[in-house]
């Protein structure tokens, strides 16, 4: 028996089919493919990252602080709402989030639901958790109209809506997040991954949290904060909910440097979150674009845009990585997901999508 055939023998037989999870990383020129903010820091914000790493360079044989007490104070601040760092937790990446709420509150004998189209890594944080998947549909535009009786009818332990989700970028109005929440009887995760994105006084489940112990936001610092690198993902939850983490997190799992810079760019959030607003006002130009040569998009919150519909999406996918642009192969059949780039980045996906397709 070769050794990759003893190995498989061994492994858990629900993880079996499975192939490692991940957008591709290839190095082109033009980077649409991961919904990052494609702003680097500034010399100013790097030096404040850097300054904030020398000033802990020293106590690195020493464990971090494994409640990231100063972080989680930052992020409270920064949600607003109210909320103090009791009510807030973090992680490597609202991934790592996921995965912990679901060790928590999923597992084996356990399901979650989402409804489909939407963040792949639900169902898979899912699938290695031992938590049984779910998946629930939504309406023809993607919206969310019978959400709260699929959770009637599955009654799942953990319920994901994503707003503005990946990759349609709907949002989800709070009414029926509202009545998702008093529809289900385990946890229900807003995940709000794209939340800096949305259009002007679309509220955020934040506000929803108050009386409803079994709410949980994510958010992350990977989007709008231009901190991808960085892997900082955190919640906003009632405090048994963080309580209920700890019994899962392992022992320091989030390093001092990484608590470091987080607390910088948090400090200096400013610069990154002024990008935001030019990022909004590309994605609705670039959507009008897209729609004015013919082609369907779906309405986006977020800093991303799905749009299609393709006949053979791949050989559109493989055409503009070939003119060096690299977008998403994702979604309904038919569809692509580009992410917002800065102005000279959307030129040049335009410039290769109308050769490509010859618009
Ligand atoms: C909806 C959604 N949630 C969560 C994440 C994970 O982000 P991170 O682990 O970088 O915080 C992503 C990343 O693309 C996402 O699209």
Redesign the pocket.
């Known amino acids: 028996m070769t050794a990759p055939d003893a190995i498989r023998g061994l492994l858990r037989a629900d993880l079996r089919h499975l192939h490692p999870y991940g957008a591709p990383q290839l190095d082109v020129p033009v980077q649409l493919n991961?919904?990052e903010n494609p702003y680097a820091p500034s010399q100013r914000l790097q030096r404040a990252i850097a300054d904030a790493v020398a000033a802990v360079a020293g106590t690195l044989n020493r464990y971090p602080d494994r409640d990231a007490t100063d972080l989680r104070k930052d992020l409270a601040d920064y949600l607003g709402h109210g909320l103090t760092a009791r009510q807030v937790w973090a992680a490597n990446?609202?991934?790592?989030?996921?995965q912990q709420l679901l060790q928590a509150f999923g597992g084996p004998g356990r399901t979650a639901l989402g409804f489909e189209p939407?963040?792949l890594?639900h169902p898979l944080i899912s699938q290695v958790t031992g938590t049984g998947w779910t998946e629930g549909s939504r309406d023809a535009g993607y919206g969310l109209s019978t959400a709260p009786e699929q959770v009637r009818r599955h009654r799942p332990d953990v319920v994901f809506v994503?707003s503005p989700?990946?990759p349609t970028g709907t949002s989800v109005p709070l009414a029926l997040v509202e009545e998702v929440h008093d529809a289900a009887t385990g946890l229900v995760v807003v995940?709000e991954?794209?939340a800096e994105f949305a259009r002007a006084g679309t509220p955020s489940a934040l506000t929803l949290l108050p009386g409803r112990p079994r709410l949980v936001v994510?958010r992350?610092?990977?989007?709008a904060f231009a901190a991808?690198g960085t892997?900082?993902?955190y919640l906003a939850a009632d405090p048994a909910v963080v309580d209920a983490l700890l019994l899962v997190r392992l022992p320091y799992h989030l390093s001092t440097v990484t608590q470091a810079v987080a607390r910088a760019a948090l400090a200096n959030r400013d610069e990154p979150l002024a990008t935001v607003e030019a990022l909004r006002r590309s994605r609705d130009d670039l959507v009008g674009w897209l729609r004015g040569h013919g082609l369907t998009v779906a309405d986006s919150d977020a800093n991303f845009i799905l749009f299609g519909v393709f006949g053979d999406r791949d050989a559109v996918w493989q055409g503009l990585l070939d003119r060096g642009v690299l977008i998403r192969n994702t979604g309904p059949k038919g569809w692509l997901r580009v992410t917002v780039g800065t102005p000279a980045e959307n030129d040049a996906f335009k410039q290769a999508l109308t050769e490509e397709c010859s618009l």
């Open positions: 991961t919904n990446g609202s991934n790592e989030v996921i939407s963040y890594m994503t989700n990946n995940d991954a794209y994510c992350t610092m990977s989007k991808a892997r900082l993902g």
